[in-house]
């Protein structure tokens, strides 16, 4: 991990924004366990720096990169 990663910390920071409802259990429980997990942060950094590198403002991407 890279110390004060300015792209792991937006990730985290819209992940730990996101809202499921609490119905079906079945279907959102497995994904907050994934999301807390800590785990799938890489592909969404790669968006993030491919943005920056085009744009400029890593910013723009943070939606389509957690997707």
Known sequence: MIPNNPYEQAI????SQLTFPDRPAELYNPIRYTLKKGGKRLRPQLVLMACELVSGQFENAIHPALG
């Open 12 to 15: 985290t920071e819209a992940l």
